[in-house]
């Protein structure tokens, strides 16, 4: 099994499938064709981290007269935001079922397109309400896009680089991120654009990136993973098959052979029924861990990302036109974070660094909460606590998305992360701008040093429960970790919580 074809997929006449797939895609060295699934399925955080950070920056000028829009600040980061993340909790459920189902890659292509059409209504936005379905619309897409896209890069992704890569691909949020602020920038000068027309261009250039994006995922496959379950062994065989010979013609060198075989029953579906009882009963700490891990980050960054523009400009008097600058400085730290901390996760290990993580960034938080309410900050210290506070803490955020994508088996995928994601984000997501924007717009200190702490709080809860919870998961094969349904011996991790 070094590039040709194997007898590794032969389904038997029970309707059985013993393959060495899993294995084979595990030993595989870093390529070209990795770099090809890296590109085509993890630049669409760009477009998130893009378009989000656009909203909470132009936030304040949509809301001035002129605009096109009869909308207040608070207006949109707090109900806009809300909706938009409902829309992402929605967007998860729906299109992570149908992923489990109908596979990663016609899911992972009908999300983008999704998200790029709301995203293109919105820049066309001519009354509030209008402006309101489709920030909800626009999360329906992007949620879909959590379930489908994380779910196909764990199972195309070799063992030994999976946490890292995982990790790098959901914090390049923060590269859109930091183009969002700094185009903000532009599209806010009304020496260059109008009131009316700045804000709308920002939304039409995300999808314009977004359709190159989609040129270039035409070219990611399936998941052989997801092929061989669903009765479709000799595409999973004929597609790894392929890879390797390729990896063997770039490399000058052939494969060593794969590590073992797993023998399952082929299966179209899995109902909610039976996810439900997975998850909950045979994985009941991995499933409080998921919780815990999604609902401190979910508050701290959805509250942030859509009020730290309104932050600088209730407390600190910063221009609507100037925030751009302050919030591309603690993207940078949210991008470095994952960047420069994700090879530890392979490394030194899961419970560690996710535990350090979470842990570390909840008590700089307190720290900074402590000095923004006695009055000590400037927008330029405020933003350089947020930078070193989230350098830390978008690295255990995108680690929740790696610990529910790897953590069950693979028939449930999906659905594992659309649930962890929607729950976990309704809790903290949907509360965390309301209650943000609320605190925000009061103007007083304290208020917004409150909402600092709750974060902080559950930031350090999470960590706690990471300490004890955390699965070592670290360069171990998804099977390992937790054998699918489908396989016809449970073993290791599996028959534990």
């Known amino acids: 099994m070094t590039g040709e074809p194997s007898p590794a997929s032969v389904p038997a006449s029970t309707g059985t499938v013993t393959t060495a797939v899993p294995a084979r895609l595990d030993r595989l060295p870093w390529s070209r064709w990795h770099w090809m699934i890296v590109i085509g399925l993890g630049t669409v955080w760009i477009l998130d981290g893009l378009e989000v950070t656009?909203?909470?920056?132009?936030?304040?000028?949509?809301?001035?007269?002129?605009?096109?829009?009869?909308?207040?600040?608070?207006?949109?980061?707090?109900?806009?935001?809300?909706?938009?993340?409902?829309?992402?909790?929605?967007?998860?459920?729906?299109?992570?079922?149908?992923?489990?189902?109908?596979?990663?890659?016609?899911?992972?292509?009908?999300?983008?397109?999704?998200?790029?059409?709301?995203?293109?209504?919105?820049?066309?936005?001519?009354?509030?309400?209008?402006?309101?379905?489709?920030?909800?619309?626009?999360?329906?897409?992007?949620?879909?896009?959590?379930?489908?896209?994380?779910?196909?890069?764990?199972?195309?992704?070799?063992?030994?680089?999976?946490?890292?890569?995982?990790?790098?691909?959901?914090?390049?949020?923060?590269?859109?991120?930091?183009?969002?602020?700094?185009?903000?920038?532009?599209?806010?000068?009304?020496?260059?654009?109008?009131?009316?027309?700045?804000?709308?261009?920002?939304?039409?250039?995300?999808?314009?990136?977004?359709?190159?994006?989609?040129?270039?995922?035409?070219?990611?496959?399936?998941?052989?993973?997801?092929?061989?379950?669903?009765?479709?062994?000799?595409?999973?065989?004929a597609l790894v098959s392929s890879v390797e010979r390729g990896i063997e013609e770039e490399k000058g060198e052939r494969l060593p052979p794969p590590a073992g075989e797993i023998t399952i029953h082929q299966r179209k579906s899995v109902g909610f029924g039976l996810i439900a009882k997975i998850v909950f009963g045979r994985y009941p700490r991995r499933a409080v861990l998921g919780l815990s891990l999604f609902i401190g980050q979910a508050f701290l960054y959805n509250a942030i990302t859509f009020g730290f523009g309104a932050i600088l400009i209730t407390f600190f008097d910063v221009p609507t036109g100037s925030t751009g600058y302050y919030f591309a400085v603690i993207a940078a730290g949210n991008f470095l974070g994952p960047l420069l901390l994700g090879k530890l996760f392979d490394t030194v290990g899961r419970r560690i660094m996710i535990s350090g993580t979470y842990l570390l960034s909840g008590i700089l938080l307190f720290g900074t909460a402590w000095l923004f309410d006695r009055g000590s900050l400037t927008a330029t210290t405020m933003t350089a606590c947020w930078c070193v506070v989230l350098f830390f803490a978008s690295a255990g955020a995108s680690s929740a998305y790696l610990t529910v994508s790897e953590v069950f088996p693979m028939e449930t995928r999906a659905m594992a992360i659309a649930f962890f994601y929607a729950l976990g984000t309704a809790v903290g997501g949907i509360s965390g701008p309301l209650i943000f924007a609320d605190l925000t717009a009061s103007g007083v200190v304290g208020d917004t040093a409150l909402a600092f702490r709750i974060g902080a709080g559950l930031m350090c809860a999470a960590g706690l429960v990471a300490a004890f919870l955390a699965v070592n998961a670290e360069r171990r094969s998804l099977e390992d970790i937790a054998t699918p349904l489908s396989a016809t011996e449970p073993k290791g991790e599996a028959a534990r919580g």
Not at 126 to 155: H, K, P, Q
Not at 205 to 223: A, D, F, I, K, T
């Open 54 to 237: 656009i909203v909470g920056n132009v936030a304040g000028r949509i809301a001035e007269e002129g605009s096109g829009l009869d909308i207040t600040s608070a207006q949109i980061t707090g109900l806009a935001a809300a909706l938009y993340v409902a829309g992402a909790c929605s967007g998860a459920l729906f299109f992570g079922w149908l992923t489990d189902r109908y596979g990663r890659r016609k899911l992972f292509m009908v999300t983008l397109l999704v998200y790029l059409a709301a995203t293109a209504l919105t820049a066309l936005s001519f009354e509030s309400w209008w402006f309101f379905l489709f920030r909800f619309l626009t999360g329906f897409g992007i949620g879909g896009e959590y379930a489908a896209v994380n779910s196909a890069i764990d199972e195309l992704i070799p063992s030994h680089y999976r946490g890292r890569v995982d990790l790098i691909i959901n914090g390049s949020y923060w590269l859109g991120a930091i183009g969002g602020a700094l185009l903000s920038i532009v599209m806010l000068d009304t020496d260059i654009f109008p009131k009316d027309l700045g804000w709308r261009l920002s939304f039409a250039l995300g999808v314009v990136l977004g359709l190159v994006v989609l040129l270039v995922r035409r070219h990611v496959p399936e998941s052989p993973r997801w092929q061989f379950i669903h009765g479709q062994g000799e595409k999973a065989d």
